[in-house]
């Protein structure tokens, strides 16, 4: 069975750093990986997906990068704000299932 | 588009009563997806329709889960008789195919007294 952890599970930075977010997964066997982020009391917002023949995507000051050989993918964000403190999940699709992990908690500090 | 929208926000009820959830995906996705999520496991997919017909349940915890999808706008999820440790937020997503990226809705607080 696919698992699909994220560390660390949460991290402060203060405003205007760069940071990586990191997704490993177990079967490289992947059809697509797909970061989201959730606020407080809200659903999953999708930021960028990359199909398994991608190796990045790009939207605004958001990277996703995919390392399918090595099980791993990394979100970076450029010039981090107060507004991107959320949660951060990232999901693998394998086969017919779809696997999410427990997410990277994000703070950043004015 | 209005996107997923899931009724009720917040449900509290006894245990053993039945509990239906119940989602509108947006128009014109074809896939439909029911999570749960919980502090203890995480959001886990539960089942999914492609065009109305469930693909994949095997994320049902058991027999007093069930799913239907009686047409392209309009999906339930049914818990009878619910117990306590159902207690999550359960979300509904659509997206266009498999490999297009999942909308979520705002879920569904489900508290089991």
């Known amino acids: 069975k696919q698992e699909v952890t994220q560390i660390p599970a949460a991290l402060s930075v203060p405003e205007g750093e760069n940071l990586v977010l990191n997704c490993s997964f177990t079967?490289?066997?992947?059809?697509?990986l797909q970061w989201f982020r959730q606020d407080p009391g809200k659903g999953l917002t999708s930021l960028l997906l990359?199909?398994?023949?991608?190796r990045e995507q790009t939207s605004g000051r958001l990277n996703a990068s995919l390392d399918k050989s090595s099980g791993r993918s990394t979100l970076y964000i450029a010039a981090s704000q107060p507004g991107d403190s959320a949660t951060y999940l990232c999901?693998?699709?394998?086969?017919?299932?779809?696997?999410f992990g427990t997410g990277t908690s994000l703070t950043v500090i004015p | 588009d209005a996107g997923v929208i899931q009724s009720p926000r917040h449900e509290v009820t006894e245990m053993g009563q039945e509990v239906t959830l119940r989602c509108k995906p947006i128009?014109?996705?074809?896939?439909l997806f029911w999570y749960r999520q919980t502090m203890m496991r995480g959001l886990e997919l539960l089942i999914y329709?492609?065009?109305?017909?469930?693909?994949?349940d095997s994320g049902m915890p058991e027999d007093r889960f069930s799913a239907k999808m009686p047409n392209a706008s309009f999906s339930t999820l049914k818990i009878q008789p619910s117990e306590p440790r159902d207690s999550a937020v359960y979300f509904c997503?659509?997206?266009?195919?498999?490999?297009?990226?999942?909308?979520f809705g705002d879920g569904t607080r489900l508290s089991i007294l």
């Open positions: 997503a659509s997206s266009l195919n498999g490999d297009q990226p999942q909308h």
């Open positions: 079967d490289s066997a992947i059809y697509n």
């Open positions: 990359i199909q398994s023949s991608q």
């Open positions: 999901a693998v699709r394998t086969g017919n299932q779809f696997y």
């Open positions: 128009s014109g996705h074809d896939y």
């Open positions: 329709f492609n065009n109305n017909v469930p693909i994949d």
